[in-house]
């Protein structure tokens, strides 16, 4: 008996991660005045969160705002 191969994955995904001082703060304001949705938020205080507005997610990390600069994150599966 042969195994079955494993279908063909080909997904990209970029996902912008973004330090923030309030990750409640960041989730409301990116909702409420940029019309993202809320994704999720995770931490009891809130460590970290995420906002989708299409195939978009943002990440906020808590931790010193970089205003010179964020990550940008990849996912690729193939």
Same mark, same amino acid.
């Given at each position: 008996?042969?195994?079955p191969?494993?279908p $063909? $994955?080909?997904?990209e995904?970029?996902?912008?991660a973004?330090?923030v001082?309030? &990750?409640? =703060?960041? $989730?409301? %304001?990116?909702?409420? #005045?940029?019309g993202f949705? %809320?994704?999720? &938020?995770?931490g009891? *205080? *809130?460590?970290?969160? =995420? &906002?989708?507005? @299409?195939? /978009?997610? /943002?990440f906020f990390e808590h @931790?010193?705002? #970089? *205003?010179k @600069?964020? =990550?940008?994150?990849? @996912?690729?599966?193939?």
């Amino acid at each position: 008996m042969t195994e079955p191969l494993a279908p $063909v $994955v080909d997904c990209e995904q970029y996902h912008a991660a973004l330090p923030v001082s309030d &990750v409640l =703060a960041a $989730v409301t %304001f990116y909702t409420e #005045k940029l019309g993202f949705m %809320f994704s999720f &938020v995770w931490g009891d *205080p *809130p460590a970290m969160a =995420a &906002v989708n507005l @299409g195939e /978009i997610q /943002i990440f906020f990390e808590h @931790g010193t705002p #970089k *205003p010179k @600069g964020c =990550a940008l994150l990849r @996912g690729r599966q193939r």
